[in-house]
């Protein structure tokens, strides 16, 4: 377990909510941020700020190192071999549509990707497929929430083009052997991206070990701000493919007869970057990583296991996702809708997250239309899930 007084250096957990002190179980959707990351924003903002790149003048000079300075921090945390690699983008979503706007399809082609997947995993595909007459298929999943390897398999071919996957899900928390079906994909020559949303936040990555083409996460799940987040991406690859948004930044010379674009990643960053985002997650990654993401890993299991046990004493309670499972903890209570269960439990002060999570067609395999998420981050303790446990009970025998 990690020391409780490591929710000193977050200032948001000592707000209460209802007159209640806050219990914040919503970490899935977005995380809350340190004292560290929020004092590099505001020392960004008070000494750095300037335009990036081609300034002659100091801040421009001192704004350009701290904002390169935090590229190869975040090449560094996913092992990336090159910062070159590293492309800062808005967050997971925009990622991945840079992703699926930069490799062309044929008719026939085709794109596969799972059941678990978030909606912006999803849709970018859908939109990809429509543009190029390529085909999506659905690896499915099992009643635990977890994926049919044999199907997986059998959906695997030549044709095959591209398969992203999320490493981990957010709605059920099912870990998804990202590894071993990479590997199989790439036996079929596909590319692959890995959505890692939920995965930076909880665990080591290294994207060399990893064997994938592309990698996408976002800022905010991993205790940095909203607005950024990185796209890791293979170097050939990059420099093979062609750019999306046109702009500033992405272009080596622009004439009225024709543009040559920049190397990678900054053919991929168009325009003035989000720099203070830039600069935060760094601060926010080397914050995890002076805690430890083994040790993180750890105490997220050690609240997951004891919230599943706790919860599932619950009468009329069913849990979603295998028992082994990452960050996220999906439950229903019979007879009971979702939303007004987190409606109420938040006026006890306790914030989870109700609804489809973004994953419909997850919650249409189920037969159901959301369910009810507590989430963890480093930060919570056996007393948030005790409080949970009581507003859940509490809020069970008023809505029965
Ligand atoms: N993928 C997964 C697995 C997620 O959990 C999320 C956020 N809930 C996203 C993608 C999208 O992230 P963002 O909204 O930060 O772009």
Redesign the pocket.
């Known amino acids: 377990m990690l020391p409780t007084t490591l929710r000193d250096d977050f200032p948001i957990l000592r707000e209460t909510v209802n007159g209640k002190p806050l219990v914040y179980l919503d970490n ?2 977005t995380s809350q941020n340190p004292t560290q990351v929020i004092e590099a924003s505001r020392h960004y903002y008070e000494k750095l700020n300037a335009n990036i790149h081609r300034g002659t003048h100091y801040l421009a000079r001192a704004a350009t190192e701290a904002h390169e300075a935090a590229r190869n921090s975040v090449a560094a945390h996913i092992n990336a071999a090159s910062p070159d690699e590293v492309i800062f983008t808005s ?4 990622g991945i549509n840079l992703v699926a706007n930069i490799l062309s399809l044929s008719p026939g082609d085709e794109i596969l990707i799972s059941t678990l997947e ?1 909606h ?2 999803i849709v970018p595909w859908q939109m990809l497929a429509e543009r190029s007459g390529a085909i999506l298929k659905v690896i499915p999943c099992d009643e635990d929430g977890v994926l049919d390897q044999a199907a997986f398999q059998d959906l695997l071919s030549d044709k095959t083009k591209i398969f992203t996957l ?1 490493w ?3 709605a059920f928390g099912t870990v998804n052997p990202v590894r071993e079906m990479t590997a199989a994909a790439k036996t079929h020559g596909a590319i692959v991206l890995i ?1 890692a ?2 995965a930076v936040p909880h665990m080591a990555i290294d994207v060399q070990a990893l064997g994938a083409d592309f990698l996408a996460f ?1 800022g ?2 991993v205790y940095a701000p909203t607005g950024i ?1 990185v796209l890791w991406g293979k170097l050939d690859l990059l420099k093979s493919l062609p750019p999306w948004k046109g702009g500033g930044e992405m272009i080596k010379e622009v004439t009225f007869e024709g543009t040559t674009y920049n190397d990678p990643p900054f053919r991929y960053e168009a325009g003035t970057p989000n720099i203070e985002g830039a600069i935060a997650l760094a601060a926010a990654l080397d914050y995890v990583n002076a805690i430890g993401l083994d040790e993180i890993h750890g105490h997220e299991q050690f609240l997951i296991r004891h919230a599943a046990a706790a919860l599932s004493e619950i009468p009329g309670i069913r849990l979603y996702g295998p028992a082994e499972r990452a960050c996220s903890l999906s439950f229903a209570i019979e007879g009971i809708h979702h939303y007004d269960l987190g409606t109420l439990i938040d006026q006890m002060g306790v914030a989870v997250r109700t609804g489809h999570h ?1 994953c419909q067609p997850l919650m249409a395999r189920f037969g159901i239309t959301g369910t009810t998420r507590a989430s963890f981050a480093l930060y919570n303790t056996e007393e948030d899930i005790s409080a949970l446990t009581a507003a859940l009970k509490k809020a069970s025998a008023m809505l029965r």
Do not use: F, L
């Not at 967050?91 to 925009?94: I, L, R, S, Y």
């Open positions: 899935a959707a967050g997971t979503t925009d978030h912006s995993n999320t981990v899900s957010n959505d949303a939920q976002s905010h799940k987040g973004c």
